[in-house]
């Protein structure tokens, strides 16, 4: 059964650095996209971005000049790095499996989430 | 606002049947997929694509969609459905992913 762990600082400061890792036990990475999905306190889901295991990516434009996703196939372990943060960007952050199939996109396999909150 | 539009708030009577909608002009080309998220904890899928479930939900929660809606049926609605519902498909570029606001369905 394929699980999704993820790790990392949870209080960073403002227009500092958030770096997150995923790490992925009893599975591949190959053949998937593996994702980071926030969720601000009370509200809903919104998409980050994604790694294809082949290293090609695809962000948010919303966060895409200041997210980097990179992945270590070695270790199995994909990560996440957010700069210049504010407090907007306080959030519990998932990383999940996701795959798709031309016409469908679903994510099948989440990690039990970190809270990370931007804060002096 | 996102691309997907769905109501904040659902409700059905326990063993009644519910309807959860997701709105967007990419499901006329796309399939949503539909997650159940309960407080405390990480979203779980339950119905992708045209109407598929994966390992360990049950048969009473399907898929369809008609136009620009997609939607998530509960047939005879069961306390433990109580949560929050989020659709996902693809934004407008049709290249990048996209969440709906979400709806909370409570079970009376």
């Known amino acids: 059964q394929v699980q999704l762990q993820e790790s990392g600082p949870r209080l960073v400061k403002p227009s500092e650095t958030l770096s997150l890792i995923c790490t992925v036990s009893?599975?591949?990475?190959?053949?998937?996209?593996w994702n980071w999905v926030r969720q601000p306190p009370g509200k809903g889901l919104d998409w980050i971005g994604y790694?294809?295991?082949?290293?090609?990516?695809n962000y948010n434009p919303s966060l895409k000049s200041r997210v980097t996703i990179s992945l270590d196939a070695s270790k199995t372990q994909f990560s996440l790095q957010l700069n210049s943060v504010t407090a907007a960007d306080t959030a519990v952050y998932y990383c999940?499996?996701?795959?798709?199939?031309?016409?469908?996109?679903?994510?099948?396999?989440w990690g039990q989430g970190t809270l990370v909150t931007v804060s002096s | 606002s996102s691309e997907l539009t769905q109501d904040p708030a659902v409700s059905v009577a326990l063993g009644q049947t519910v309807r959860i909608t997701c709105q967007g002009d990419?499901?006329?080309?796309?399939?949503a997929s539909w997650s159940q998220q309960k407080p405390g904890q990480a979203p779980v899928l339950v119905v992708y694509?045209?109407?598929n479930r994966p390992s360990g939900i049950p048969d009473r929660f399907s898929g369809s969609r008609s136009g620009n809606t997609a939607s998530l049926t509960i047939t005879g609605a069961q306390a433990e459905d109580e949560g929050d519902y989020y659709c996902?498909?693809?934004?407008?570029?049709?290249?990048?992913?996209?969440f709906g606001g979400g709806t909370k369905l409570t079970v009376l």
């Open positions: 999940a499996r996701h795959r798709s199939t031309g016409y469908t996109d679903y994510f099948d396999h």
């Open positions: 009893g599975g591949s990475i190959s053949n998937y996209y």
């Open positions: 790694i294809y295991y082949t290293g090609t990516t």
């Open positions: 990419t499901l006329r080309t796309y399939f």
């Open positions: 694509g045209k109407d």
């Open positions: 996902n498909s693809r934004d407008s570029s049709g290249f990048h992913l996209v």
